[in-house]
């Protein structure tokens, strides 16, 4: 009799084993289906994030304070795209120096120190910023990561995109007017012309 009860736990001890296992198998290729479906759910978050700032269907624009209302997708090109068309619109110098001199009084900067510093449009008349509107103007050093020079060879790859129809202008707008310095390597080498043509740098200037 107590051979039988044995031998009647054993199995029941094996089958209970087995099934444990099965469930732990079972759970572990469940974990991994997971952490895959994660992944491919991020993949494909991410290549839309990319879609939309390059075709620019669903990319707001930056504040409205800070743009020309004569500049909108319908008239890239008979404003932007226009040859000489920044000069056309651009304030006298001594409005500009104003401005500079505003800003740096502002932020403390010595006037002896003035020539280090750009007087940035957060959204550059190329792509549709307002040439005088006092919310669109910053200080930017002009060289290093985040310098004026840098940011200007990034703006006139945008308008090309923008003008060639690779990109909409409220795409690259937001781009330029948000943390552009992080996504200028892949911005610059966006091919929005014939030939895949990326930008010339011209050794990057000193920030790269």
């Not at 110098?93 to 403390?108: F, I, P, S, V, Y």
């Amino acid at each position: 009799m107590n051979e039988g009860n044995a031998h009647r736990r054993g199995n029941t001890h094996r089958i209970s084993n087995r099934i444990e296992s099965t469930d732990h198998r079972a759970a572990a290729r469940a974990c991994r289906t997971a952490r895959v479906s994660r992944c491919a759910r991020r993949a494909a978050v991410a290549a839309l994030c990319v879609s939309a700032l390059l075709h620019g269907g669903v990319v707001r624009a930056q504040d409205a304070s800070m743009l020309d209302e004569r500049v909108t997708q319908h008239s890239v090109a008979d404003t932007i795209c226009k040859p000489g068309y920044a000069d056309t619109v651009s304030p006298p110098l001594d409005e500009m120096l104003a401005h500079k001199n505003r800003l740096l009084a502002q932020r403390g900067i010595d006037a002896d120190d003035s020539t280090e510093y750009a007087l940035d449009r957060r959204v550059p008349i190329l792509l549709g910023g307002s040439p005088d509107a006092a919310d669109n103007f910053d200080l930017l050093p002009w060289g290093g990561h985040r310098g004026e020079r840098r940011k200007e060879l990034l703006a006139a790859k945008l308008k090309r995109c923008v003008c060639a129809g690779k990109m909409s202008l409220s795409a690259a707008q937001a781009a330029i007017a948000g943390d552009w310095p992080a996504q200028y390597a892949r911005l610059r080498r966006t091919p929005c012309e014939d030939g895949h043509v990326g930008m010339t740098t011209d050794g990057d200037d000193d920030g790269s």
